[in-house]
């Protein structure tokens, strides 16, 4: 009989933890609002105490997205704990995911604590817990590297304590199919209680088998698989949601496991996500990679055009790959923009298809044709649904090899408009310092990365960075058929982050208790 695997989506919060993938509370929402669209079964939002903006993503996530559980990652002590149970309250379903390593190494060396200590708080965190919900989830890092007879003991006192699921990581991607898959049946037949329970896998990609891993954990019996949309997670990062997934879909009789995703809503996620992050997968990425569903060859091509099946495994509609044709041009209207957004599958409200119609028609001046890809660059160019103080109004650059200078101008929270020159090495240095100039303030840039959105010498150049502004790490993206432009707009977009990240803290200083003050 076929089985029902729960999809435990971490993408906000140990996809989130990679390099780069920095997300503000109010991008994580719309994340979340997407994963649940996705129909993923659980949604690990964050970790309340790694920071502020952790715990106002969970609490913000929990208020409003409603129908998927919510999951807050917690270490096994009690501050942690109590800042998940509480950032969870207004949860329709919230669960706490408490977690401690197992392993040797890592008690040595990173705890510094023995076995028994790491039993005695591992118990403690379950039960401190359960007193927040009845749904617990017990993660035994490094379980993979941990002595079996050790990894057993611990199972079982979770489990006696209350916990619902237990997550037995490969966390530094050390283990291999068959092994990975022995040590859960090992488990479920040595420990009291483990039928009780869900099994649970988690596995990253060092070795680049967190796929195959998770497959073998869930013919071997696992109930849940934890995993993230493109893939995305410390280091090599995690199993990827949308190859689990697509391998049960294309592969029904050998991976034979349901589930309640929409496969036609995981390329949307993939694109949301590279889009808010700046991350793009790489091309030949499975499923959701640029060149996935390309065909260069002509004998393949040839193949494609006479039957699919000679080459596709599976139709990019099944996973929402829209076909990019020529979609609107200059003298498209309001109408057609917002239909051409209702059939990608974003209903814009009045505010929203303003802004992006304005974007659109001067794109339009300089762009003949507007594919699909262009229009989710213009929707994820700025900050939406959050006032932008900073605009960019005019912008001058002269460069050669002698070195650069730009002009700028820019409104900003102040009246009127502001300008300054500046000077640098390049046309993006000098427009950088002339920026810096005109906001008082010094701001460091950091993994700027361009890309081409669509083919063609007028295609739009999409611009993200992380910006180091009044000492908060944010990223910014810019789209425009200038790429010094681009790179113009997206410090911008990072400065009105900043600003908003600014307001909020000073609404919210009496509001958020926890902090240490
Ligand atoms: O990889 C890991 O072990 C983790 C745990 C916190 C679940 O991410
Ligand atoms: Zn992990």
Not at 32 to 55: C, H, K, M, N, W
Not at 152 to 160: N, T
Not at 391 to 409: D, H, K, N, P
Not at 476 to 500: M, P, Q, W, Y
């Amino acid at each position: 009989m076929v089985r029902d695997v729960v999809i435990f989506d971490t993408t906000l919060r140990d996809g989130e933890q990679a390099p780069g993938n920095t997300l503000t509370p109010e991008e994580k929402l719309q994340l979340a609002r997407q994963l649940d669209t996705l129909g993923v079964d659980v949604i690990e939002a964050g970790f309340p105490a790694a920071s502020e903006g952790d715990y106002r993503g969970v609490q913000g996530i929990a208020a409003e997205v409603r129908r998927p559980v919510l999951a807050a990652l917690a270490r096994c002590v009690e501050r942690d704990v109590d800042l998940a149970g509480e950032a969870l309250r207004p949860a329709a379903r919230g669960r706490i995911h408490v977690f401690i390593s197992t392993s040797d190494i890592h008690l040595t060396h990173k705890l510094k604590i023995g076995r028994e200590d790491c039993l005695e708080m591992a118990r403690a965190a379950v039960r401190r817990a359960r007193h927040f919900t009845d749904d617990v989830e017990f993660s035994a890092e490094d379980s993979s590297r941990t002595d079996l007879d050790f990894l057993c003991r611990v199972v079982e006192a979770a489990v006696a304590e209350g916990a619902t699921t237990v997550n037995l990581p490969d966390t530094v991607g050390y283990a291999t199919p068959p092994e990975y898959a022995a040590m859960f049946r090992a488990v479920r037949e040595r420990v009291p209680g483990a039928d009780r329970v869900v099994l649970s896998c988690h596995c990253h990609d060092d070795l680049g088998l967190a796929v195959a891993n998770s497959l073998a954990a869930i013919e071997a019996g696992v109930g849940q698989v934890e995993c993230t949309v493109n893939g995305i997670g410390e280091r090599a990062g995690n199993a990827a949601l949308e190859e689990i997934v697509m391998a049960s879909r294309v592969r029904p009789q050998v991976v034979d496991f349901r589930c309640n995703v929409d496969t036609r809503e995981i390329y949307r996620t993939s694109r949301l996500l590279s889009h808010l992050t700046g991350v793009f997968p790489q091309p030949n990425k499975a499923v959701v990679g640029r060149n996935a569903f390309a065909h260069e060859a002509g004998i393949h091509q040839h193949g494609v055009m006479q039957n699919g099946l000679t080459y596709e495994i599976m139709r990019p509609e099944t996973v929402g790959v829209p076909r990019s044709t020529l979609v609107l041009g200059k003298h498209s209207g309001r109408h057609a923009l917002e239909r051409r957004y209702h059939e990608l599958g974003y209903e814009l409200g009045e505010g929203a298809l303003e802004r992006v119609y304005h974007k659109f028609t001067a794109l339009a001046d300089k762009k003949r044709q507007i594919l699909d890809e262009d229009l989710l660059a213009l929707l994820h160019d700025g900050f939406p649904d959050t006032p932008e103080p900073f605009q960019l109004t005019y912008l001058q650059v002269t460069c050669g090899t002698v070195g650069a200078s730009a002009e700028v101008r820019m409104a900003g929270p102040w009246a009127g408009e502001r300008g300054a020159a500046g000077s640098g090495d390049g046309p993006i240095a000098a427009t950088y310092a002339a920026v810096s100039e005109i906001v008082g303030q010094p701001i460091e840039v950091a993994n700027l990365a361009v890309q081409s959105v669509t083919p063609g010498r007028d295609s739009l150049g999409q611009v993200s960075l992380q910006a180091r502004v009044n000492g908060k790490s944010l990223s910014g993206h810019g789209a425009s058929t200038d790429i010094v432009e681009a790179c113009a707009r997206a410090l911008v977009n990072a400065l009105n982050k900043a600003h908003f990240a600014e307001r909020l803290e000073s609404e919210s200083l009496n509001s958020v208790y926890l902090w240490g003050v």
